[in-house]
């Protein structure tokens, strides 16, 4: 079953550390994986999107990285700021169909403390 | 900033009554979905469309339907909303060659 998982579920850090946060998936064929930033009442924005063959790819200070023989991808997020507080989302897409299929994760909850 | 705009983005109903979200975009993207997103879970796909006149149930059992007539506009209609109904729904859109969805803002529905 094709499936998404991150890690943590959610996550409190104080402004200004850093972070990382982890996703898992099962996903096949694979396609790529993008990591989505979701503020509170809106929609999903686009951070990242990675192919099979790019393993770190960066979006100012956040960084994501991809493993896609231990199909794991990592979102790293550098001196957080109060606006990093957010829902962020990895989404995988399969080669299985036109559609571009995505499968979606739960999302990690990160809150930032002044 | 995606060109992608969602009305209402807030709307309380009582059970019964017929609703339409609107959706629409400004960047002549083809392909447009319907998402239904509960608090702290997964965006499950509820429908899709390829173009005018193209449009396909997704992944999860909704009851809601939709149209494409014109490529701009994706609107899901509720004929009658129910308290299951209770959810966030989000419409993106992409153009054909790209790999990234767009998202709107989203339509936060509460039935009572």
């Known amino acids: 079953k094709n499936q998404v998982e991150q890690s943590p579920q959610s996550l409190i850090i104080l402004e200004g550390k850093n972070c990382t946060l982890q996703?898992?998936?099962?996903?096949?064929?694979?396609?790529?994986l993008r990591w989505y930033k979701q503020d509170t009442g809106r929609g999903p924005v686009s951070l990242t999107i990675?192919?099979?063959?790019?393993n770190t790819k960066s979006n100012g200070r956040y960084t994501a990285t991809l493993d896609a023989d231990t199909k794991q991808s990592s979102l790293h997020i550098t001196a957080s700021q109060l606006s990093d507080s957010a829902s962020y989302i990895c989404?995988?897409?399969?080669?299985?169909?036109?559609?571009?299929?995505?499968?979606f994760g739960r999302g990690t909850q990160l809150t930032v403390w002044p | 900033e995606a060109d992608i705009y969602q009305t209402p983005r807030y709307l309380v109903i009582g059970t019964g009554k017929k609703i339409t979200l609107e959706c629409s975009q400004t960047?002549?993207?083809?392909?447009m979905y319907w998402y239904q997103q509960d608090p702290g879970m997964e965006l499950h796909l509820i429908h899709y469309?390829?173009?005018?006149?193209?449009?396909e149930k997704g992944d999860l059992s909704s009851e809601s339907t939709v149209s494409r007539i014109r490529t701009e506009h994706f609107p899901l209609t509720l004929e009658s909303a129910r308290p299951s109904h209770t959810s966030q729904y989000l419409c993106?859109?992409?153009?054909?060659?790209?790999?990234?969805?767009?998202f709107g803002p989203g339509t936060r529905l509460l039935v009572l």
């Open positions: 993106a859109s992409r153009a054909g060659t790209q790999e990234t969805q767009y």
């Open positions: 996703c898992n998936y099962t996903v096949s064929p694979f396609s790529n």
């Open positions: 990675m192919t099979f063959s790019e």
């Open positions: 989404v995988v897409s399969d080669r299985g169909s036109t559609l571009g299929r995505l499968y």
């Open positions: 960047m002549g993207h083809d392909k």
């Open positions: 469309s390829y173009g005018v006149n193209s449009t």
